[in-house]
Every structure is written in C-alpha cells, then in structure tokens.
C-alpha cells in the first residue's frame, strides 16, 4: 500500500525558510520521480518541483532560485527546501508519485505572513 506522509509545514514570515519532508512506502522509492504540488485557497493545485530516478530537477518559474527539491533514496524521503519565501506561497503543499496511478499525501500547511 502506497502511503506519503509530508511534516515540515509552519507559519513562516516572509523572507523565511522551512523546509518540508514526504517520507515514502509501499512502492520502490528510487524507481520513481517524486513531485511536489501545492494548492492555495480557491486556486488549483499547481505542479512547484520534479526530481526524477536520475536527479533531473524541474521547477515551477514562480519558485525557481528559491526553492529545492532532493531525494534520500535510503531513507525513502523526497524533501523540498524552501527560502525567501514570499505570501503568496502560502498554501497546501502535497507530495506526490506516479505509481501505475496518481497517490497524494495528506498535505502540509505553509503560511507565509507577517
């Protein structure tokens, strides 16, 4: 059974960093890209960072130069460094992984204000 289970989420002030941690099981870890996601009140859930099985990062324009995705495969956990962040990275953060289907944690709460 495939489970993800994200912590790390907080209130931050702007400027500020946290970083959020999905601890992986149920599947083999280093055979998937993992993702994160976030979704804001009233707005769509939008794709923030990729790691792939080789390290290729991908990163959404609006947290580039700010934000790092990277990946323990021994401890099956992806992580997602956060700084200089802004308000508007207030959201839901979700951890994600495309295994045969698409399998979401329960979240962790971000928000970023003063």
């Known amino acids: 059974q495939v489970q993800l289970v994200e912590s790390g989420g907080g209130l931050v002030q702007p400027g500020g960093s946290l970083r959020l941690s999905c601890a992986a099981s149920?599947?083999?870890?280093?055979?998937?890209?993992m993702r994160w996601y976030r979704q804001a009140p009233g707005k769509e859930r939008e794709l923030v960072a990729v790691?792939?099985?080789?390290?290729?990062?991908h990163y959404a324009d609006s947290v580039k130069g700010r934000f790092t995705i990277s990946r323990d495969n021994a401890k099956n956990t992806v992580y997602l460094q956060m700084n200089s962040l802004k308000p508007e990275d207030t959201a839901v953060y979700y951890c994600?992984?495309?295994?045969?289907?698409?399998?979401w944690g329960q979240g962790t709460q971000v928000t970023v204000s003063s």
């Open positions: 994600n992984v495309r295994y045969y289907s698409d399998y």
């Open positions: 790691i792939s099985t080789r390290g290729t990062l």
């Open positions: 149920g599947f083999t870890f280093s055979s998937y890209d």
